[in-house]
């Protein structure tokens, strides 16, 4: 399976803070990779699918680049609403597998 | 208004089965593959398992030979019939669908397994 990794697994941001949260998959997924974001006893929400485009009604401050095994997901300016996990996610192969998620905390 | 709601979820014994349903509505899912993924309390999300439209299945590791995932598109509804349950595989599970392009969306809301004595 592939493996994907995502760092940093926790992060303290003031807002209006720029975020960059990376995710490595263990072989190239060329640009089959989605970020997600959680907030506590919710479902998933897509933020962002092939690896750079943004989901309906998502803020443009959230925005996704990479391709192949380096992803990054940025948040240009961090909201309050905008402190909650982040997951990445690898559609490549049939396999699915997530990131372990990262958890944006307020500083 | 796209939705999908899962349930039968609840506490079970250790080596007992269980079957959720995941029911969607505002669309039709027989020509979408659909997934089931779960997360622990207070852990990360984990890709269960998915089923295409042909009707091939594939899982994770962790509950290949344990789990089925099923479909009856009559009733639009996706199930994830689950034996030998063990208590790691205590978590709350949620069905997705594709967006196309990638991604998926909708969700449904979770329902929550618990697996103990």
């Known amino acids: 399976d592939i493996q994907m990794t995502q760092s940093p697994s926790s992060l303290s941001a003031s807002v209006g803070d720029r975020v960059t949260i990376t995710c490595r998959a263990s072989?190239?997924?060329?640009?089959?990779l989605n970020w997600y974001q959680q907030k506590p006893g919710r479902a998933p929400k897509l933020l962002i699918y092939a690896a750079s485009s943004l989901h309906t009604g998502v803020p443009s401050r959230f925005s996704g680049s990479g391709s192949g095994t380096d992803f990054t997901l940025t948040i240009s300016s961090l909201q309050p609403e905008d402190f909650a996990a982040y997951y990445c996610q690898q559609t490549y192969s049939t396999v699915s597998t997530f990131g372990g998620g990262t958890k944006v905390e307020i500083k | 208004e796209v939705q999908l709601v899962e349930s039968g979820g609840g506490l079970i014994q250790p080596g007992g089965s269980l079957r959720l349903s995941c029911a969607a509505s505002g669309f039709t899912i027989g020509s979408k593959y659909m997934s089931w993924v779960r997360q622990a309390p207070g852990k990360g999300l984990e890709w269960v398992s998915v089923?295409?439209?042909?009707?091939?299945?594939y899982y994770a590791e962790s509950v290949k030979g344990r789990f089925t995932i099923s479909r009856d598109n009559t009733k639009n509804t996706v199930y994830l019939q689950m034996n030998s349950l063990r208590a790691e595989d205590t978590a709350v599970y949620y069905c997705a669908a594709p967006l196309s392009g990638g991604g998926f969306d909708p969700w449904g809301q979770g329902t929550l397994v618990t697996v103990s004595s």
């Open positions: 072989q190239s997924i060329t640009n089959y």
């Open positions: 089923i295409y439209s042909g009707g091939s299945t």
